[in-house]
């Protein structure tokens, strides 16, 4: 599976954008989706959900506006 390059542009730890690039998420489904479906397909905490969707929407918002 391909990485999407622009999830290296949100500001989250690298560790974080090595996890969801792992787990074949992309920007649109970051931002299609609920932080709490984030973390719960990540294995990972709810408010770390919560931190990757908003930085996502921080940075990507125009994209989501596009759906």
Do not use: W
Request: hydrophobic content about 35%.
């Amino acid at each position: 599976m391909k990485n999407d390059y622009r999830i290296d542009h949100i500001t989250i730890p690298i560790g974080l954008k090595d996890v969801l690039n792992k787990a074949g998420f992309t920007i649109e489904s970051i931002l299609n989706n609920e932080p709490s479906k984030i973390a719960q397909d990540l294995g990972i905490d709810e408010y770390v959900g919560k931190i990757i969707f908003d930085e996502t929407k921080r940075k990507f918002e125009n994209l989501r506006n596009a759906f």
